[in-house]
């Protein structure tokens, strides 16, 4: 036996293979050439044995094609050999070429079965490696262990937990559950599938657990949720590796629990000897970014300087992040300076840009967005979003044009960027337009363009078509989509309907948030409906767990105060359990306005004042009050206040746009170049709508004057010079589209109505708080406002 043993040890065959396996370790394919030239003359050339190990060594040192050609030579070829040139091509990613050597093989085996399936999982076809097993159970050829890990990687790897649960049945039935590897995969593939409980139940049946199998479950815990449960694992660990770590401090980021991922990597640096790598670094500069921890983030760079860290690639994108984000734009500048590679610039630049707009400069983060030469739509977002935050609308739409004629296609971040432009612009036809290039560019139906339009639609007094875009939204599910429609509908006098909205939201199983209740108390307020508005925000609290804000209680206070309730309203503020602020003394102080009361709006007026002594509109309603009253001395006496103390009065204007152009308009203007026409069309419009029984409230003009000169007045009020104007210049039966910074007053209300139904026009007035739709002689809030 032992001289058999020694033969064929010391056989050619033996010989050459030794010295393939050695070229094989050097990686050396020429020196396997030259080994191949000698088997020839050898004449071994015919070894099958010999033949698949050279074409193994030709194959692993990247020489396909010689492999491919040898194989081809081979005049005998056994499984061995086939399965060695179907597992090269599956090893490289050349998918195609293995399938084509698999289904060339008279009798393939469970060695190729695998290989092939091998490829499909490694180049991500993770279906077709399904398809491929199943196949393979098909024709009834059995499964080893490595090919149930990797379908199990393949299942793992798009969450294919039904798949994932049916072959975690075969597993058991071929009697391989216990053995650790495949238990492994099947740990791995039930976490990333989000099957807790079974995950669970496969680790805790594995015996000799590996570091692999607890980080599993961390990540598992940390992916649900259950951060108690991940800590506690993280704590049970008898050894952690890097992942480990890493798992810990990137879950605790990911899910905004920056301060936890801090103090995780702070132990790291402190008790283990590992050293932290790119993922680490990555996760907890951005929750420093997060947290504006500028003083953290400074130590971590230091860290970085001095373990000579590459700060190439996501380290110095984070790096750059950290410092734009907390206030530490500058040096973030700096740090880009130093790193010079091209893909890292544009994220970078993207990063110190968002800091500049941080702090206001525009001027500085435009001098960046130029500097990018190949700008992403992330740039281009983030300079647009940049300028309507800092109220440049103008530039914003500038850059949006410019983006659309030289740059990507926007996104929906980028939309609903332009959206909220048109929105505080109230035009319609900009809005119209971008709604248009949203559909262009399928972006219409995406929740935040969605949102965007309604809001749009909403401010430019369009509710119905704000009412059509939240039709068309797909399974809406989201809070912000039914809040946006609610108080759409509340602010253009439609109040049951808003009101009837929220309760199908309530019933179709969506939470509202504090927001949504804003929307429903206005709904209330703008209705007088006293009783439901005192329900509701009793509901806010008892059935949603809503503690109330101060919009909350300003609602009410308004509710109340509208209603004549003045009392109601006063004791509501005393019985506040925060401290009233300038907008709630403010919503009292215009009820008593409305309800001339002059005692409680001289209480309030005192109140808004202590908190903002430069409140214009404070001393306005309380002078304003006084001469409602007929008290011309005491009106007197608080204007004359105002002028000493040097508070100027809000001035009132108002505008429309027409042919995307805005027009505005102040009262008894005189600048606009149509001035003669409108104050023709205004004088005309006057005389017809007396005949109509129009009666001028001169009572509205709270100055002691002649009833002729404030009736003039009245007839050039802003508003009402916009309509003249935009019945001028518009078709017949056009809508007109009013806006007004300031409260309309009760004589525009009033001749609005008898203007409307004089043109046979709709005429919609936006002002400070709501909408009227005037529209055949009546108006949309039954003059309740």
């Not at 990613?93 to 393939?108: C, H, K, Q």
Request: net charge neutral.
């Amino acid at each position: 036996m032992e001289n058999l043993k020694s033969q064929s040890l010391n056989s050619p065959s033996y010989y050459y293979t030794s010295l393939l396996q050695c070229t094989l370790k050097n990686n050396d394919p020429f020196s396997a050439k030259s080994i191949h030239a000698r088997i020839i003359k050898s004449g071994l050339h015919l070894s099958v044995f010999l033949m698949n190990n050279l074409v193994n060594v030709y194959a692993k040192t990247g020489f396909i094609s010689d492999a491919h050609n040898l194989f081809d030579e081979m005049p005998v070829k056994n499984p061995s050999s086939w399965n060695t040139l179907l597992s090269a091509y599956a090893k490289q990613g050349r998918v195609n070429v293995a399938r084509r050597v698999f289904e060339e093989m008279p009798e393939p085996d469970a060695v190729s079965w695998t290989a092939l399936i091998v490829g499909y999982n490694q180049t991500g076809q993770f279906v077709t490696a399904i398809r491929m097993f199943l196949e393979m159970v098909y024709y009834q050829v059995l499964p080893t262990q490595y090919t149930m890990t990797n379908i199990l990687s393949s299942c793992a790897a798009f969450s294919g937990l039904d798949i994932g649960r049916k072959v975690h049945s075969f597993v058991v039935k071929l009697g391989l559950s216990r053995v650790n590897c495949v238990a492994n995969s099947l740990l791995n593939m039930y976490s990333k599938s989000g099957d807790p409980v079974t995950a669970k139940f496969i680790f805790d049946g594995i015996t000799l657990k590996t570091t692999s199998n607890w980080n599993a479950m961390i990540s598992l815990h940390m992916n649900s949720g259950r951060f108690d449960l991940a800590a506690k694992q993280f704590e049970m660990m008898a050894e952690r590796d890097i992942v480990s770590w890493n798992s810990m401090i990137s879950g605790y980021n990911q899910h905004g629990y920056d301060a936890e991922a801090l103090c995780i990597f702070s132990k790291m640096l402190r008790d283990s000897i590992l050293k932290p790598d790119r993922y680490t670094l990555t996760s907890a500069l951005s929750a420093c970014a997060n947290l504006e921890k500028l003083n953290v983030g400074k130590q971590i760079h230091a860290h970085i300087i001095v373990t000579n860290f590459d700060t190439s690639g996501a380290v110095g994108n984070a790096l750059i992040s950290m410092y734009s984000k907390s206030g530490g734009v500058q040096i973030a500048h700096r740090v880009l300076e130093n790193n010079v590679t091209s893909n890292f610039k544009v994220i970078a630049l993207t990063s110190i840009l968002d800091g500049y707009l941080k702090l206001g400069d525009i001027s500085s983060a435009r001098c960046i967005f130029d500097s990018v030469k190949d700008r992403d739509v992330v740039s281009w977002t983030a300079m647009i979003v940049g300028y309507v935050q800092n109220g440049h609308n103008n530039e914003a739409m500038e850059v949006f044009r410019s983006m659309v004629r030289d740059g990507p296609d926007p996104n929906n971040y980028t939309l609903a960027a332009m959206l909220s432009v048109s929105s505080s612009l109230a035009s319609l036809d900009h809005g119209k337009q971008i709604h248009t290039r949203a559909i262009r560019f399928g972006e219409a139906s995406s929740v935040s363009v969605s949102n965007a339009l309604i809001t749009m639609y909403a401010k430019a007094g369009s509710v119905n078509a704000a009412r059509r875009v939240f039709n068309l939204i797909p399974r809406n599910n989201d809070t912000v989509s039914w809040t946006s429609m609610i108080i759409a509908l509340a602010q253009h006098g439609l109040g049951e309907e808003s009101l009837e909205l929220f309760e199908h939201m309530l019933t179709s199983g969506i939470k509202p948030d504090h927001i949504t209740y804003v929307g429903v108390l206005s709904a209330c307020t703008h209705m007088g409906l006293v009783k439901q508005g005192r329900n509701y925000f009793k509901m806010l609290k008892d059935e949603h767990g809503i503690e109330p804000t101060s919009s909350h209680y300003a609602c009410m206070i308004d509710l109340y105060g509208r209603a004549g309730m003045l009392i109601e309203a006063k004791e509501f503020i005393e019985t506040m359990p925060i401290e009233p602020d300038n907008i709630a003394w403010g919503s009292l102080l215009a009820s008593c306005r409305v309800h001339k009361n002059v005692d409680l709006a001289k209480v309030a007026a005192e109140r808004l004042l202590q908190i903002d002594p430069e409140n214009s509109g404070a001393y306005s309603a309380l002078a304003n009050v006084y001469s409602a009253c007929g008290k011309w001395q005491d009106a007197a006496t608080i204007r004359k206040s105002m002028k000493v103390r040097q508070v100027k009065k809000e001035q009132g204007f108002s505008w429309l746009h027409i042919r995307n152009e805005a027009h505005v308009f102040g009262v008894e203007d005189a600048l606009h170049p149509q001035r003669e026409a409108i104050y023709q069309m205004m004088d005309k419009i006057w005389i017809e709508i007396k005949k109509m029984g129009f009666v001028p409230q001169t009572e509205a003009v709270l100055h002691d004057l002649e009833e002729e000169l404030k009736e003039q007045i009245l007839k050039h009020h802003s508003e009402k010079l916009a309509i003249a104007f935009g019945l001028l210049n518009t078709p017949e039966n056009a809508t007109l589209r009013i806006m007004k910074n300031l409260r309309v007053c009760n004589d525009c209300h009033s001749a609005i109505k008898y203007i409307a139904k004089l043109v046979g026009r709709e005429i919609i007035v936006r002002d400070a708080t709501r909408f009227h739709h005037f529209k055949d002689g009546s108006c949309s809030c039954r003059d309740y406002w």
